[in-house]
C-alpha cells in the first residue's frame, strides 16, 4: 500500500528566509504521480505541482522549486525568499497509476508558518 | 473558468440526521472525488465518481455514499450521523479517470454534528 510522509508538522521562519518541507513517500508502484497541495485559512486545497515517476528533472517556479530524487524516495518543496502569504498548510500527495482508483494519499501536511 | 463549487459551506446537523453535500466540477471534467478532512486524522479519500458510476470508495462505511448526476455535478449523503462525522468535505474534479491525473479541489463543506 502507498504511504506518504511529512515528518515536519510545523516549521516557523521568519520572512525573506529559505525554507524546506520534506515529503518521502512509499510505492510497489513503477508508475505513479506526486503533488504538493497547499491549503491557506480558508480551507482550499490549491494546486502547486505533478510529477511522474519517470521525470526527476527539478522544477522551479519563481521562487518555488522541488526536488524529486526516487533513490531517496523523496520530493521535498523549497520556498526561497519566503513571504507571509506563504503561510499555509503545505500537503505532498501520491497517486498510483491505474485509473484513479484509489484517489490520492496524502501525507499530514506541514504547517509553514512565516512571521513578519 | 470557474472553479469546483460546493454547496453549502456550513451545515450543522445533529447525531442521526442525515447530511447532503453537493459538488460541481470544473466545466468538461467528468470525474468527482470526495474527501474527508476531520481533526487529527488528515485527509482521507472517500469516493471517486466517473461518469456516472461510483469507481471506488475508500474505507468508509456504506452509510456514506452518493452519486453523480448526467451533469457531472455530484452529491454525498451521510446517513446516520455520528459526532466524529465532524469533519471538513473536499470535492475535486479531474479530467479524466486516469491514475495520476491533477485533481483541483472546491472550497469544501464544513460539517458540524452536534
Redesign the interface.
Known amino acids: 500500500a502507498q504511504k506518504v510522509t511529512q515528518a515536519q508538522t510545523e516549521i516557523s521562519v521568519v520572512e525573506k528566509e529559505d525554507v524546506t518541507l520534506d515529503c518521502v513517500y512509499e510505492t510497489r508502484d513503477t508508475?505513479?504521480?506526486l503533488?504538493w497541495?497547499k491549503q491557506p485559512p480558508?480551507?482550499?486545497?490549491?494546486?502547486l505541482i505533478?510529477r511522474?515517476s519517470f521525470d526527476e528533472q527539478n522544477e522551479i517556479s519563481g521562487r518555488y522549486s522541488w526536488n524529486f530524487q526516487k533513490s531517496t524516495s523523496s520530493f521535498n518543496f523549497t520556498i526561497t525568499a519566503s513571504q507571509v502569504v506563504d503561510s499555509a498548510v503545505y500537503?505532498c500527495a501520491l497517486?498510483?497509476?491505474?485509473?484513479?482508483?484509489?484517489?490520492?494519499?496524502?501525507?499530514?501536511?506541514t504547517h509553514l508558518i512565516i512571521q513578519p | 473558468e470557474a472553479g469546483v463549487t460546493q454547496s453549502p459551506t456550513h451545515l450543522i446537523k445533529t447525531r442521526g440526521q442525515q447530511a447532503t453535500l453537493r459538488c460541481s466540477p470544473i466545466s468538461g471534467h467528468t470525474?468527482v472525488?470526495w474527501?474527508q478532512q476531520a481533526l487529527g486524522l488528515?485527509?482521507?479519500?472517500?469516493l471517486?465518481y466517473?461518469e456516472g458510476e461510483e469507481?471506488?470508495r475508500?474505507n468508509f462505511p456504506p452509510r456514506f455514499s452518493g452519486r453523480q448526476f448526467p451533469n457531472y455535478s455530484s452529491e454525498l449523503n451521510v446517513n446516520a450521523l455520528e459526532l466524529e462525522d465532524s469533519a471538513?468535505y473536499?470535492c475535486?474534479s479531474?479530467l479524466e479517470?486516469?491514475?495520476?491525473?491533477?485533481?483541483?479541489?472546491?472550497?469544501?463543506t464544513?460539517l458540524t454534528v452536534l
Open positions: 508508475t505513479y504521480y503533488f497541495y480558508s480551507g482550499e486545497l490549491v494546486f505533478r511522474n500537503f497517486s498510483e497509476s491505474g485509473g484513479g482508483a484509489d484517489g490520492l494519499t496524502f501525507g499530514k501536511g | 470525474s472525488y474527501y488528515g485527509l482521507q479519500f472517500l471517486w466517473d469507481r471506488n475508500g471538513l473536499l475535486a479531474s479517470r486516469q491514475g495520476g491525473d491533477t485533481q483541483y479541489f472546491g472550497p469544501g464544513r
